[in-house]
């Protein structure tokens, strides 16, 4: 069956695609380079523009045909514009008119939004106003320098989902920043994208399982400090300029409600993992500023399991601790003691750079903190208003993310994508190690540290250095196998893909993702159990990224699993015992091999193994049916080796 699609959805979906991978920030308001397919008259051309004051303002090239054009800027979106010139036929190309930087010394100069509201927006610049300490913020000019949100290096529009009571979605400083699921043919009561969710074009509502967003006051709010459109000569900016908010319905009183909610976030990003992005959203934080005051992550183990759900999949979760003076590592909370890695505490600092009298600290539940105290951002009714609580520290860590993302070098991106689980932890350590450490924090968190976003971007966007290996071995065990390597130079923040291939097979299978540093001195390793081991050869190498996020790969190792690489006695199981417990062993070369019991003053209770056995894996039963309750020793000898271990009977 051929669907037919109407044609002003062809135009959304088309204009979603040149939204995607288009936008920019780094050029002249109001001006366009174009080149057109032939000769043509100018001021023909400029009267279908009447709206626009198009001007020609310079010929740039007269055997190329390219002029640089001037618009009114003024209430416009400059990519609506760009791409609505791009559709004229006698246009060949159009861009904007960029700004270009000398390739010296590397400077970061912060850049400045033209939001009239921008200078009370202290937790992204503190200058001193209003009594603030400078320089007790996020560092966000300096950070923009760098990104401002938006698209990835390899192209995927970042997303940030906000859970939350709703959010207006026609305010006139976020209409152009709410994500839209174009996917999905709005109101039409059919599930087009087959994510589970009908008519779920602008988000989800999980309080009533619609898609229809409530207008929230503090959803608002919320969205406008992830990302209010910035530097565009509208009230305020938001940690990102660009970046894509999904609204979703689901902050409550009721427990299943939040679960519905995060349950829509994984399943949009999922669907984008699962289809290299063709559907779904590359959703990279969540945000959540709600929770249950008290509360223990053992009675709650389905919400605390949601984040790792959602960190499997690539996503870290920023979650509001509670506004209370608690320490949470004693009296607990939901979800800020849940114990996910994913999911990342935050707590509510001042425009001095202090701790909120009334929010909640932890040394181990914890993590940092965010400008929390006294922030101004978009409201109900287009509107702006200034509130105070963990609530508004956390979206300052949620949009920080996002903003990492459109910092991030190729090399980062491409090992977040290889494995978007273990990325995530990369990108959250980064985060971490960014913080701006401060006295107020100190002891009481697990960072000790406010954000930074400026820190965070700066070591995101530099590169991973590759790595040179000088050694890689595989030594096979009784269940599985242990490798080691060695790299020639340090290096940090690299990464391996451990990869298997069996003799009978024809595809290489990724087993595992190893992450951390590496020095000259240090050997790597890396063991895990095989469920599918069976006698035969196996091989083995690593893939790791290049400088230019380019994959290469290691020398492959050979390793026959039917013999060990190593002499080995491995602790009985079960133990304790009663009476029945098994002991494995292997011997990498035939031997005479003897496996006795001894009780705790040296007398011998059991032979179980006195006999030549070949190289092999081994696994012997012992019955202590006989025996008394206590604590025996295993030794195994075979030729010179000799190998002890303890083990208890319990009857």
């Not at 416009?76 to 960029?98: E, G, L």
């Not at 994984?266 to 934080?285: D, H, K």
């Not at 009298?357 to 181990?364: D, Q, V």
Request: aromatic letters at 10%.
């Amino acid at each position: 069956m051929i669907t037919r699609i109407p044609l002003i959805l062809i135009t959304s979906a088309l204009l979603f695609t040149v939204l995607s991978f288009a936008q920019e920030s780094n050029y002249i308001k109001g001006e366009l380079i174009i080149q057109f397919k032939y000769e043509v008259n100018v001021e023909e051309f400029k009267a279908g523009y009447d709206d626009l004051l198009l001007t020609e303002s310079r010929l740039l090239s007269d055997r190329m045909n390219i002029w640089l054009f001037s618009y009114d800027a003024k209430d416009k979106d400059d990519i609506q514009v760009k791409f609505r010139v791009s559709r004229d036929s006698r246009v060949k190309a159009v861009q904007f008119n960029h700004i270009l930087s000398l390739r010296d010394e590397t400077v970061w100069d912060p850049l400045f939004p033209d939001d009239p509201q921008f200078g009370s927006q202290w937790g992204l610049h503190n200058t001193g106003q209003s009594g603030g300490t400078p320089d007790a913020d996020i560092d966000a000019p300096e950070a923009w320098d760098i990104a401002i949100g938006g698209v990835t290096v390899l192209g995927d529009t970042i997303v940030v989902a906000v859970v939350d009571g709703g959010c207006q979605l026609d305010h006139p400083d976020l209409n152009q920043n709410y994500w839209f699921n174009w996917n999905e043919i709005p109101n039409n009561s059919i599930d087009d994208d087959s994510n589970g969710y009908v008519d779920d074009f602008r988000g989800w509502n999980a309080y009533d399982n619609s898609q229809n967003i409530p207008n929230d006051s503090h959803g608002t709010h919320v969205c406008g400090i992830a990302g209010a459109t910035g530097n565009n000569s509208t009230g305020v900016s938001g940690v990102n300029w660009n970046v894509k908010v999904m609204p979703i319905a689901g902050a409550s009183s009721d427990e299943s409600t939040v679960v519905a909610a995060y349950a829509y976030a994984l399943e949009l990003r999922t669907q984008y993992n699962e289809t290299n992005g063709q559907l779904g959203a590359f959703i990279v934080s969540t945000n959540s500023s709600f929770g249950v005051d008290l509360g223990q992550p053992a009675n709650y183990p389905i919400w605390c399991a949601m984040y790792d759900s959602l960190g499997v999949q690539g996503i870290l979760s920023p979650c509001a601790t509670a506004n209370a003076n608690w320490d949470i590592d004693v009296v607990g909370d939901i979800p800020t003691a849940c114990p996910s890695d994913y999911m990342v505490a935050v707590t509510n600092t001042t425009r001095n750079d202090l701790k909120n009298s009334n929010a909640a600290y932890g040394l181990t539940t914890i993590d940092l903190g965010a400008p929390g105290t006294s922030i101004l951002s978009t409201y109900t009714g287009s509107t702006y208003n200034t509130l105070t609580g963990t609530s508004m520290a956390t979206p300052m860590v949620a949009g920080a993310i996002a903003l990492m993302f459109a910092a991030s070098d190729s090399s980062h991106m491409l090992q977040y994508k290889n494995d978007p689980s273990t990325g995530a932890i990369m990108f959250r350590d980064i985060l971490f190690d960014a913080v701006d450490s401060i006295a107020a924090l100190q002891g009481i968190t697990v960072t000790g540290g406010r954000l930074n976003v400026f820190n965070a971007a700066q070591l995101i966007s530099s590169p991973v250095v590759p790595v040179e290996l000088v050694s890689f071995t595989v030594i096979p065990s009784s269940n599985g196998f242990l490798l080691e390597w060695k790299t020639a130079t340090e290096t940090n923040n690299f990464g391996f893909d451990v990869e298997k291939l069996k003799e009978s097979n024809l595809n290489w299978e990724k087993i595992a993702f190893i992450a951390g540093h590496g020095t000259t001195t240090e050997t790597k390793n890396y063991s895990f159990i095989d469920d599918e081991l069976s006698g035969g050869k196996y091989f083995f190498r690593l893939k790791q990224i290049d400088y230019n996020g380019a994959f290469s790969y290691s020398g492959i190792v050979e390793a026959d699993a039917s013999v060990p690489g190593e002499f080995s006695l491995e602790q009985n199981y079960p133990n304790p015992f009663n009476p029945v417990t098994k002991i494995k062993f292997s011997i990498p070369e035939s031997s005479i091999v003897n496996l006795k019991v001894y009780d705790v003053i040296g007398n011998e209770v059991a032979t179980l193994i006195h006999e030549q056995k070949d190289a092999g894996f081994y696994e012997v039963e012992f019955n202590a049916e006989k025996l008394g309750s206590g604590v025996y020793f295993y030794t195994l000898k075979a030729g010179s080796r000799v190998a002890s271990k303890k083990m208890i009977l319990i009857k």
